[in-house]
């Protein structure tokens, strides 16, 4: 199993750096120092979103700027949108900009593509909310087309139709392309459908949901003859690590209700725009009573805690990963940014080095391997 790192910080303030170190990047100090790490260790990936008009994820506009940023500071990495919000964009500039990074990064990228679901985002495209996912895989079906140098035929200013491709010319010779899935099933069939890997987390589903998933989306591979066993699902899960539970427990709390307070304001304002929350449901504005929000973020915390994060210790957090890897899952995308203190995030990843190390296929073919000769010798 594969491990990468994802980000989608909940403050337009920059994160604090180390009071003795320079903070170049001001609020992206962590995105860069946790990408070099990452890039040095032998992490998979890192993610960066798409994100507007909000705290929520606001730091994040716009991936392909950060993906060029990264590009010029690491050099084995892989650097994904998760997610690009595609219908907010021409597919022309998406192939363009991520041809741009693919050249600097040395043939390093990947996109996951989503269709967005928060109303007040597509201020810039508002004219197609609506039928914003089957436009989502309509770029997705024409930016692959453009990255294999391909042409699209477009109208110009006087109308007359002309044939469009994109220069640089990427390194790659097929752009890499994930979906992205909040939970709902049909997406998972359909990314399946389309050969592409998938992006997914468990907010909204919980483990054995997403392993019925996977299982749905490796079927949808095989029926469109694509090989199941190729397409790469990865896991979001947030992700702190240290050497005691209770004191990562104590260090994590406040800061992961608060994210998740700003998370379920966003929520909040895109139903009373009369859009869609995220998966895609649609729910009736209301405001919850302040007593039952601390409750619900009490509760929520708990369940993260316990069932659907990666907050605790390395040895605390095994089982959850053996479960992860037996629903079928390739990766995880490690959300490291929740806590606002720079610091402990990157002291952190020190542990969570060492769950990759444990969960990498050569270590877990030596484990198996010693197991069996261990066994053997007590024969």
Request: glycine fraction near 8%.
């Amino acid at each position: 199993m594969d491990f990468g790192l994802l980000f989608f910080a909940s403050s337009a303030e920059p994160a604090a750096a180390p009071a003795e170190a320079p903070s170049p990047g001001g609020a992206y100090h962590l995105l860069t120092e946790a990408a070099r790490f990452a890039d040095e260790r032998g992490f998979r990936c890192v993610w960066t979103p798409e994100r507007h008009f909000h705290p929520f994820g606001g730091l994040f506009p716009n991936p392909s700027v950060l993906g060029a940023a990264l590009a010029m500071i690491t050099r084995r990495i892989e650097i994904r949108a998760g997610s690009l919000i595609a219908p907010l964009h021409d597919v022309l500039r998406i192939a363009e900009d991520w041809s741009v990074v693919d050249n600097l990064s040395g043939g390093r990228i990947a996109i996951s593509f989503g269709s967005g679901w928060n109303i007040e985002d597509f201020v810039l495209r508002p004219e197609v909310y609506a039928d914003r996912q089957a436009h989502m895989y309509r770029q997705i079906q024409e930016a692959r087309a453009l990255w294999r140098g391909e042409r699209l035929a477009r109208r110009d200013s006087n109308g007359r139709e002309v044939r469009i491709g994109i220069y640089p010319r990427p390194v790659q010779a097929e752009l890499p392309v994930w979906v992205t899935s909040s939970g709902n099933l049909r997406t998972f069939e359909s990314a399946g459908a389309i050969g592409a890997n998938l992006l997914t987390h468990l907010i909204g589903q919980t483990l054995d949901q997403a392993a019925e998933k996977v299982r749905s989306y490796r079927a949808a591979r095989a029926a469109h003859g694509f090989d199941p066993s190729t397409g790469k699902v990865a896991l979001m899960l947030h992700t702190f690590l240290g050497s005691d539970l209770d004191a990562v427990r104590e260090k994590v709390r406040t800061p992961f209700r608060e994210y998740l307070r700003s998370a379920l304001s966003l929520e909040q304002l895109a139903a009373a725009g009369g859009g869609a929350i995220s998966g895609g449901h649609r729910i009736a504005a209301h405001e919850i009573p302040p007593e039952a929000l601390e409750e619900l973020l009490d509760l929520t915390f708990e369940r993260y805690l316990h069932s659907a994060s990666l907050l605790g210790t390395p040895e605390s957090c095994r089982e959850l990963l053996w479960r992860v890897e037996s629903a079928g899952i390739d990766e995880i995308a490690c959300l490291i940014d929740f806590l606002d203190d720079t610091g402990a995030v990157l002291a952190g990843l020190e542990h969570l080095d060492e769950v990759r190390t444990a969960f990498s296929a050569p270590s877990l073919e030596a484990a198996t391997q010693a197991a069996a000769a261990s066994f053997s010798e007590e024969l």
